[in-house]
Nanobody, 114 residues
């Protein structure tokens, strides 16, 4: 059974940083492109970032380009998202997702507030 378990969210002040993690199991993690998506209160799902299987290629939404960094450790089966220079508009539930079928975890809440 595919399982994705996100962690690392929390309450942070504007300008702060967080590092999200996603522990994957039930599939061969290194063979799949992975993404982070988010959903702000009252809004739809927004794609945030994507990483290739070989970690060479990363992609970002314009809204987070230059502030967020996606990475992965294929040996550990873990996906990461480093969030820097956080803004109030980054407040959302963050999910990691398998690109091929869109399976997501339960999410981790990020709240940016002073």
């Amino acid at each position: 059974e595919v399982q994705l378990v996100e962690s690392g969210g929390g309450l942070v002040q504007p300008g702060g940083s967080l590092r999200l993690s996603c522990a994957a199991s039930g599939f061969t993690f290194r063979n799949y492109r992975m993404s982070w998506v988010r959903q702000a209160p009252g809004k739809g799902l927004e794609w945030v970032s994507r990483i290739s299987t070989s970690v060479d290629n990363t992609y970002y939404a314009d809204s987070v380009e230059g502030r967020f960094a996606i990475s992965r450790d294929n040996a550990k089966g873990t996906l990461y998202l480093q969030l820097n220079s956080l803004k109030t508009e980054d407040t959302a539930m963050y999910y990691c997702s398998k690109e091929d079928d869109g399976v997501r975890g339960q999410g981790t809440q990020v709240t940016v507030s002073s």
